[in-house]
């Protein structure tokens, strides 16, 4: 951070608690820093190599010696040191660093106070200092391992003040759950942050006086989850959030409780970046029908001006295809929404073949922005179906963790449900169906063909088929130690009964599994098990092995991969659901 005047900036580093000599920090260069997640033990190994001149070995002692986006990571990391990371300033012309903090436990979030005078960040002291947390909430985060805290519910970071000139370190906080993304009221008189008690529960914006008190909850009956937020001049705060497959932009009155939406619409809007005088904000906006541009508008929504014309040379050539929401009932009488994307070339009295599409995380969520995937699919000639099922995100957390021990349960009839909505429409050929999907959609396009053979193609990405396995290979256990209430050894039925591979005896319906070679999140064991088991059980199959990809190909993968993807999809279903109608799952 930097100070108002511009004349001092505030950043954390990774020090020694007991001196103040520099050392090994989690930065940009450091090959550590996107693991932030993991647990750092001690370090320390028995064996050495014989010749180290000749060993080009991996020697591993440790649990981070691999990450989906960096590989498999290089140098020995018991011989670097970890320290917690502390709060420093320096002037911006120069001069020596000084140290404000000194503590055993790291900090985050620090941010200045208007006049300069003080630093609030967020800490929990519990911690040891080799355990980095980050990411809690998100369903796919490497979450830390800490022996004292194998009992607790969540972390429990609390906000902290130092004065910026030195000082003692002053807590004004004790809530239960993790305080985060720390911002001060324009006039210093406030500390507002997010949190929940549980990660089940949504988060809320709240309000802390620095003097100290009891935290104010400001969004009052409002049931969904801010993202990013900022403080206005005159005392209200703006916050984007996800409603539903839509997001946009609020703002909240924090006297009164009272969200007015701003900018919104049908569409996605994200990256939110306000001018110094917070009267002006640019972001990007994305429409089913329109790839993302920049757009900026004043503070109250008036005067949305687009200001990029990145894509209007491809608008201009291709009719993409629009998408009819729509909200169907399932289990519990829970409300999902969805979405009917119509093929191209769309007849009025023709039937069309149907792929739905099956997102990941699986705390991630379809909606209102443009997707390349469901072009390609439409471009095709046939229906796209896309909804989201309970454990998405969008639509508060109690929706987002409800499939929490429960995968391929109430989810999957969530599924069947918006496909049995679809087929029944005259123009839909329900004796046509493909299923896709990729990670957490993987794994349920596996799951799907053990279930039922309605579908007469699939194709499985970046899949899941043994979670024995994949937890034994993945770089983000922490993913079902959570779900699954455990690790494989605590739970084994769990992990057993959630497995595809436990049932693919029952699977008829012909897949293409695709895979990336350097994927670490969902390693290629798991595909070539299925790809196995497929072939001797003689389902049609195929195995595309992508290189030098990672679990991110379809999202930022090398661009000639990435479409060749694009056109193995397509070839696929056209094959299984348009040129041979009468073969697959039977």
Same mark, same amino acid.
């Given at each position: 951070?930097?100070?108002?005047?511009?004349?001092?900036?505030?950043?954390?580093?990774?020090?020694?608690?007991?001196?103040?000599?520099?050392?090994?920090?989690?930065?940009?260069?450091?090959?550590?820093?996107?693991?932030?997640?993991?647990?750092?033990?001690?370090?320390?190994?028995?064996?050495?190599?014989?010749?180290?001149?000749?060993?080009?070995?991996?020697?591993?002692?440790?649990?981070?010696?691999?990450?989906?986006?960096?590989?498999?990571?290089?140098?020995?990391?018991?011989?670097?040191?970890?320290?917690?990371?502390?709060?420093?300033?320096?002037?911006?012309?120069?001069?020596?660093?000084?140290?404000?903090?000194?503590? #055993?436990?790291?900090?985050?979030?620090?941010?200045?106070?208007?006049?300069?005078?003080?630093?609030?960040?967020?800490?929990?002291?519990?911690?040891?200092?080799?355990?980095?947390?980050?990411?809690?909430?998100?369903?796919?985060?490497?979450?830390?391992?800490?022996?004292?805290?194998?009992?607790?519910?969540?972390?429990?970071?609390?906000?902290?003040?130092?004065?910026?000139?030195?000082?003692?370190?002053?807590?004004?906080?004790?809530?239960?759950?993790?305080?985060?993304?720390?911002?001060?009221?324009?006039?210093?008189?406030?500390?507002?942050?997010?949190?929940?008690?549980?990660?089940?529960?949504?988060?809320?914006?709240?309000?802390?006086?620095?003097?100290?008190?009891?935290?104010?909850?400001?969004?009052?009956?409002?049931?969904?989850?801010?993202?990013?937020?900022?403080?206005?001049?005159?005392?209200?705060?703006?916050?984007?959030?996800?409603?539903?497959?839509?997001?946009?932009?609020?703002?909240?009155?924090?006297?009164?409780?009272?969200?007015?939406?701003?900018?919104?619409?049908?569409?996605?809007?994200?990256?939110?970046?306000?001018?110094?005088?917070?009267?002006?904000?640019?972001?990007?906006? #994305?429409?089913?029908?329109?790839?993302?541009?920049?757009?900026?508008?004043?503070?109250?929504?008036?005067?949305?001006?687009?200001?990029?014309?990145?894509?209007?040379?491809?608008?201009?050539?291709?009719?993409?295809?629009?998408?009819?929401?729509?909200?169907?009932?399932?289990?519990?009488?829970?409300?999902?929404?969805?979405?009917?994307?119509?093929?191209?070339?769309?007849?009025?009295?023709?039937?069309?073949?149907?792929?739905?599409?099956?997102?990941?995380?699986?705390?991630?969520?379809?909606?209102?922005?443009?997707?390349?995937?469901?072009?390609?699919?439409?471009?095709?000639?046939?229906?796209?179906?896309?909804?989201?099922?309970?454990?998405?995100?969008?639509?508060?957390?109690?929706?987002?963790?409800?499939?929490?021990?429960?995968?391929?349960?109430?989810?999957?009839?969530?599924?069947?449900?918006?496909?049995?909505?679809?087929?029944?429409?005259?123009?839909?050929?329900?004796?046509?169906?493909?299923?896709?999907?990729?990670?957490?959609?993987?794994?349920?396009?596996?799951?799907?063909?053990?279930?039922?053979?309605?579908?007469?193609?699939?194709?499985?990405?970046?899949?899941?088929?043994?979670?024995?396995?994949?937890?034994?290979?993945?770089?983000?256990?922490?993913?079902?130690?959570?779900?699954?209430?455990?690790?494989?050894?605590?739970?084994?039925?769990?992990?057993?009964?959630?497995?595809?591979?436990?049932?693919?005896?029952?699977?008829?319906?012909?897949?293409?599994?695709?895979?990336?070679?350097?994927?670490?999140?969902?390693?290629?064991?798991?595909?070539?098990?299925?790809?196995?088991?497929?072939?001797?059980?003689?389902?049609?199959?195929?195995?595309?092995?992508?290189?030098?990809?990672?679990?991110?190909?379809?999202?930022?993968?090398?661009?000639?991969?990435?479409?060749?993807?694009?056109?193995?999809?397509?070839?696929?279903?056209?094959?299984?659901?348009?040129?041979?109608?009468?073969?697959?799952?039977?």
């Amino acid at each position: 951070s930097v100070t108002r005047d511009r004349r001092t900036i505030i950043w954390t580093d990774t020090t020694a608690a007991d001196s103040l000599r520099d050392t090994t920090n989690l930065s940009a260069q450091d090959p550590f820093s996107s693991m932030g997640g993991m647990a750092r033990p001690p370090y320390g190994s028995i064996t050495r190599p014989l010749d180290a001149a000749r060993f080009d070995g991996r020697h591993v002692v440790d649990l981070g010696y691999k990450s989906n986006d960096r590989g498999f990571i290089p140098g020995r990391r018991d011989q670097r040191r970890w320290r917690a990371s502390q709060i420093w300033m320096r002037d911006t012309n120069g001069g020596a660093k000084r140290a404000l903090t000194r503590t #055993t436990y790291s900090h985050r979030d620090a941010v200045i106070s208007p006049d300069g005078k003080w630093i609030a960040f967020t800490a929990d002291p519990r911690l040891r200092s080799d355990s980095a947390v980050t990411a809690e909430r998100d369903s796919i985060a490497l979450l830390p391992y800490d022996a004292k805290r194998d009992n607790e519910r969540r972390n429990d970071a609390d906000i902290f003040l130092v004065p910026t000139s030195g000082g003692e370190v002053r807590k004004i906080t004790s809530m239960t759950g993790t305080e985060n993304t720390l911002s001060w009221s324009p006039d210093g008189r406030r500390i507002s942050f997010l949190s929940s008690p549980d990660r089940t529960i949504s988060q809320r914006i709240y309000s802390v006086d620095p003097n100290g008190g009891n935290p104010t909850e400001l969004m009052g009956e409002w049931t969904y989850e801010p993202d990013a937020y900022t403080w206005m001049p005159g005392g209200d705060i703006m916050l984007n959030a996800a409603i539903g497959g839509r997001t946009a932009l609020y703002r909240l009155n924090p006297a009164t409780r009272q969200m007015r939406e701003v900018i919104g619409g049908r569409r996605r809007i994200s990256g939110f970046t306000w001018d110094a005088d917070r009267t002006r904000v640019a972001y990007v906006s #994305t429409s089913l029908t329109r790839p993302g541009e920049i757009f900026v508008a004043n503070a109250d929504g008036s005067g949305e001006r687009q200001l990029t014309r990145f894509n209007d040379a491809i608008n201009s050539e291709i009719a993409w295809s629009d998408a009819e929401r729509f909200t169907y009932r399932s289990v519990g009488d829970l409300e999902i929404e969805g979405w009917l994307m119509k093929p191209y070339g769309y007849t009025p009295g023709a039937k069309y073949p149907l792929v739905l599409y099956i997102h990941g995380g699986p705390h991630s969520a379809y909606g209102e922005g443009w997707f390349d995937e469901f072009q390609n699919i439409a471009a095709s000639g046939m229906w796209v179906l896309f909804t989201n099922p309970r454990g998405s995100s969008g639509y508060g957390a109690p929706f987002t963790y409800s499939t929490r021990g429960k995968w391929g349960g109430d989810d999957y009839q969530d599924l069947m449900r918006a496909v049995d909505v679809a087929a029944r429409r005259p123009d839909v050929d329900s004796t046509r169906m493909g299923v896709t999907g990729g990670s957490y959609g993987g794994f349920m396009t596996a799951w799907v063909t053990t279930k039922t053979n309605r579908f007469k193609a699939a194709q499985a990405d970046r899949m899941i088929s043994n979670w024995n396995s994949w937890y034994g290979s993945s770089d983000a256990q922490g993913l079902t130690e959570w779900e699954f209430y455990g690790k494989p050894w605590d739970n084994a039925a769990m992990y057993d009964t959630l497995s595809p591979i436990r049932f693919v005896s029952r699977v008829k319906t012909p897949t293409l599994i695709v895979q990336s070679e350097e994927d670490f999140r969902t390693p290629m064991g798991d595909a070539e098990q299925w790809f196995l088991a497929l072939r001797k059980r003689g389902v049609p199959v195929e195995f595309v092995r992508y290189p030098r990809s990672t679990h991110e190909l379809s999202r930022s993968g090398e661009p000639w991969l990435l479409v060749d993807r694009l056109g193995r999809l397509r070839q696929w279903f056209t094959y299984w659901l348009k040129e041979t109608p009468a073969r697959g799952g039977g």
